[in-house]
């Protein structure tokens, strides 16, 4: 018999997937259940350009820390190039001191071992009492240090891991028994590298969120039913997206004539 | 071998205050040269917050370090070579303590861990904005154990605040202090902060011996 995730269509889980249903479950639904995606603001562009700076300059440690910043900035316009949002030209200035401090980091490390056809490592693991696997991809592997490293771009430098990241830090720790598993937070002015502690606790968090969401999901098999029984707290920032916000609108009725589409059906 | 790179304000020789981490003591020399070294056994000091440097250092026995130092914290400087380790510098003042001033820096992760951390008490204290400059003792010291053997953490406090000494030379446009955050801090989280991991170290090739005066981590 399939399981609940397969009847669904769903299968494999992720730590953003799963990350995701803890902080806001009414967009886990609304994207996984009903298909409908949400747009990521300047702030994730910006680290996606972080990464792609950093990960040039680890890959090829000669490149000059310049042409390391200029390839960041260049993803990040390419990628906020039909943005409108008043924070791009924030994000694009936090970028090359960024790249700068993350090199001037990990570059001590050596160069990442690069995987076949891609720099980033696919890793697929089976947990127990998952029906599904879950897929992710490493960011920066040292197989002679035993040390995986993720990159983290924030605005303010975090303290610690956070237990998201914990969490996806447990799925790489199973997958990679024998690596250390580090995040590597950096600002425009600071970095932290952080070991990830007790892998085993977090994974076990891991394993029941998963388990909450086959709990969810075996409740009925009419997916849009499940997303309504939900509800968006569209105060979040999870929410900020135009397009997000209209989904939910669509879904959830919050349109004066939304709403009185669904009363209309309800009587 | 090489003579120390000028720093960026072309600022002379200074005497050295060093921590020693496999021992957990500091050390310093009166001025002058072929000066013996004796130990500091109260490491309480101005220390010139607002003129720390980072940058990079190669530590040699026998000469001074070779440095090139970033051109602000948010921009490095390109790695100028193999033997360079990223690292810090600045000016502590003791009259009593430690002979004047003396420069300390240090490449070794334990100790950029705990400059890190006090790094950040200064940045939040609200007599930093004030433009006065904070009196720091060494506390005492953690070990911590890894695949280097034991080694020693400083643990830095701000003891006390008092104006700018004279001793610290005037930079030019003298580095102002962070503006304090604007919006509520970070609340604190249940566990502790996590601790800084330095890079690992590669081993050393079986011909290259360990250079006597540089930082014992």
């Known amino acids: 018999m399939a399981s609940a995730f397969e009847r669904h269509g769903l299968d494999h889980l992720s730590a953003s997937s799963i990350n995701l249903f803890v902080a806001q479950p009414a967009m886990w639904a609304m994207q996984k259940l009903m298909g409908r995606k949400s747009m990521v603001g300047p702030a994730a562009h910006r680290g996606t350009a972080i990464e792609a700076g950093v990960e040039m300059g680890l890959f090829d440690p000669a490149a000059p820390v310049e042409a390391c910043q200029e390839a960041a900035i260049a993803r990040f316009n390419q990628l906020t190039a039909l943005s409108a949002d008043p924070a791009v030209q924030k994000e694009r200035a936090n970028i090359a001191p960024a790249v700068a401090i993350a090199l001037a980091e990990l570059r001590q490390y050596g160069i990442p071992e690069a995987a076949e056809g891609n720099r980033q490592h696919r890793i697929e693991v089976q947990l127990p009492g998952v029906p599904v696997p879950f897929i992710g991809w490493l960011d920066f592997w040292y197989p002679a240090h035993g040390i995986i490293v993720d990159l983290k771009t924030q605005a303010r430098l975090s303290s610690k891991i956070s237990d998201p990241h914990a969490r996806q830090g447990a799925i790489y720790h199973a997958a990679h028994g024998n690596a250390e598993i580090r995040f590597a937070y950096v600002t425009p002015q600071k970095m932290g590298v952080y070991r990830l502690e007790d892998p085993r606790r977090h994974l076990d968090r891991v394993v029941s969120i998963a388990q909450s969401i086959e709990r969810f999901l075996s409740l009925s098999d009419d997916g849009a039913a499940l997303t309504r029984s939900l509800s968006p707290d569209l105060d979040s920032f999870y929410w900020n997206d135009p397009g997000a916000r209209a989904a939910a609108d669509e879904i959830w009725g919050f349109a004066p004539e939304g709403d009185a589409a669904c009363l209309n059906a309800a009587q | 071998m090489g003579f120390m790179t000028p720093s960026a304000t072309g600022a002379d020789f200074k005497t050295y205050v060093a921590f020693n981490a496999k021992a957990g003591r500091w050390y310093t020399k009166d001025d002058g040269k072929d ?54 510098q600045l000016d502590l003042y003791s009259e009593k303590n430690l002979l004047g001033l003396r420069e300390f820096s240090s490449t070794a992760g334990i100790v ?7 790094y950040d008490l200064w940045v939040a204290a609200p007599e930093t904005a004030t433009g006065k400059y904070p009196v720091v003792r060494c506390v005492g010291v953690t070990p911590v154990t890894n695949k280097h053997g034991t080694n020693y953490q400083p643990k830095f406090e701000i003891v006390g ?4 000494p004279s001793a610290f030379e005037d930079m030019g446009q ?44």
Do not use: C, Y
């Open chain 2, 161 to 164: 605040w008092t104006d700018r």
């Open chain 2, 35 to 88: 000066e013996p070294l004796f130990e500091v056994t109260d490491m309480t000091a101005v220390f010139d917050m607002p003129g720390l440097q980072t940058g990079w250092f190669k530590f040699t026995s026998g000469v001074a370090p070779e440095k090139v130092m970033d051109p602000s914290f948010s921009a490095a400087a390109p790695n100028p070579g193999q033997d360079f380790k990223r690292g810090f």
């Open chain 2, 112 to 118: 950029i861990e705990a400059m890190n951390q006090l």
């Open chain 2, 174 to 217: 003298p580095r102002a202090a962070p503006t304090p955050v604007a919006h509520a801090p970070v609340a604190p989280a249940a566990a502790a902060p996590a601790a800084h991991m330095p890079p690992p170290v590669a081993p050393a090739p079986a011909s290259a011996p360990a250079p006597a005066g540089a930082p014992l981590f």
